[in-house]
């Protein structure tokens, strides 16, 4: 057995979650609203002549509410109205970031937005937290293809910008939604236990994953620990959506899901994952559980896990398509029916410029080259930072070259996108429980599963 400390993860995960936004960061220039340099058009926003803009959000933010302010002060003919369907949670005053969603704020935006759209009353722009079903939007037109506004758009340089996070989100050849930030899906492994093991990242599956779990777990220890069924497979789902799911032919495969729940039950079985709460120092893998991070969070968690041993491993994945997986958190797409799409596209290339991308208050990954280049720049020379964990503090150390390095070969070679259709993902949450309970096969949910699906995606 290999004998080792681990600092939990869960102490920074806690960290991270009761981080509180106070009045900071540093100055962020002016957008010059005419100026293609900086995120707008070479021409006035809408000729000139007085316009609202509306946004759609669940939740607004700083990042949101600063870019607001500062679009707004540089073309003084436009005003923009963010609506939030719900408020940030609170302590002592102040508002928290990386708290856990309330399922009850998801479902509301998620239904105020499908009637709104269906209505033909929506804002101009929709902010989209990845939980909302663009495809299905776009099947039914309500979405404006934004590669339209790219090909025409004087001065757009797709070279700017991480394009493969781009195509990555496209369906049916069109781009309907477009990432303002991105969260990479990481495993953090110990790396003085997995050393010498044939473990390949970028091509691995949880078939592979398993089979080096059966190689480097001695007695008592696990891949993962405290981590329970539904936990798993969400992490499964998120890695391997598209096996399942044919959003152009509206099909779910049911062999794909009797597979992927048949390999999930045999963690457990065989010992290699345990749902039981037990000493975290058991457990040789970790996934993040928090839903906003930037490159200095990231660090620092690394740095504080497995005495300093701890290194990034890709998610593994049942998709054909091969390279690292991302999440979106902060989306914006264009309604079809607006009556101002350009002066929304010009709102967001602002949100795509430089000045938005490489603020501190992005709270994830850039999709701009020239920005995230800036902010690893700004972790290379240390001085980020750090935390109080357990009463002690933890000073943020610049990360290792290689690092670095690796975190931008993710970002350059990221080629799928992490689905997050909230309904479809419930139900298979929600029915797969019955077969890690014992109470159906795994061929008998995959049935419910395939029906429940398919029909909502014909609505």
């Not at 495969?253 to 999930?264: K, S």
């Amino acid at each position: 057995m290999f004998t080792r400390r681990v600092r939990p993860l869960l102490l920074a995960f806690v960290m991270v979650s009761v981080l509180v936004l106070t009045a900071c960061s540093g100055k962020t220039e002016s957008p010059a609203g005419t100026s293609t340099g900086s995120g707008g058009t070479a021409e006035p926003v809408n000729n000139g002549e007085q316009v609202t803009l509306t946004m759609s959000v669940k939740q607004s933010s700083r990042l949101l509410e600063l870019a607001k302010q500062q679009y707004e002060a540089a073309n003084p003919n436009v005003t923009i109205e963010i609506k939030e369907y719900s408020a940030a949670p609170t302590m002592n005053g102040k508002t928290v970031i990386g708290g856990k969603p309330d399922p009850q704020d998801d479902e509301k935006f998620v239904n105020s937005i499908n009637a709104e759209l269906m209505g033909g009353n929506a804002a101009d722009i929709i902010a989209m937290d990845g939980s909302l079903p663009y495809q299905k939007y776009a099947d039914k037109k309500l979405f404006e293809d934004l590669k339209g506004f790219m090909k025409e758009q004087k001065g757009f340089d797709p070279n700017q910008y991480y394009n493969n996070l781009f195509k990555a989100m496209e369906y049916n050849g069109g781009l309907y939604t477009i990432p303002i930030r991105v969260q990479l899906n990481f495993l953090v492994g110990n790396s003085s236990v997995i050393a010498g093991t044939n473990i390949d990242d970028s091509t691995w599956t949880w078939n592979d994953f398993k089979t080096a779990a059966e190689e480097i777990t001695g007695a008592g220890e696990y891949a993962f620990v405290n981590m329970p069924p539904d936990k798993l497979l969400n992490r499964i789902l998120e890695s391997s959506f598209g096996k399942l799911l044919d959003m152009q032919n509206k099909t779910i495969d049911t062999q794909a899901i009797i597979d992927l729940l048949n390999l999930e039950k045999s963690f457990y079985e065989d010992h290699l994952v345990t749902g039981d709460r037990v000493d975290a120092n058991l457990g040789i893998f970790q996934t993040f559980g928090v839903s906003q991070y930037d490159e200095r969070i990231l660090f620092m968690l690394t740095q504080m896990a497995y005495e300093g041993q701890a290194h990034y491993y890709k998610l593994p994945s049942e998709n054909e398509t091969r390279g690292a997986s991302f999440r979106s958190d902060l989306q914006m797409a264009v309604n079809s029916k607006s009556e101002h799409k350009e002066a929304a596209w010009d709102f967001i290339l602002y949100l795509l410029s430089e000045e938005v991308q490489s603020s501190r208050d992005l709270m994830g990954f850039s999709v701009n080259k020239n920005a995230e280049q800036k902010r690893l720049d700004q972790l290379g020379a240390g001085g980020a930072g750090g935390a109080t964990v357990d009463g002690q503090v933890v000073s943020m150390q610049a990360p290792a070259p290689e690092n670095v390095e690796k975190i931008k070969g993710y970002l350059e070679n990221a080629a799928f996108y992490a689905e997050g259709d909230l309904r479809i993902r419930n139900i298979v949450l929600e029915e797969s429980m019955s077969f890690f309970s014992g109470q159906k096969t795994a061929e008998e949910v995959a049935k419910i599963v395939k029906g429940k699906v398919e029909t909502y995606l014909q609505e």
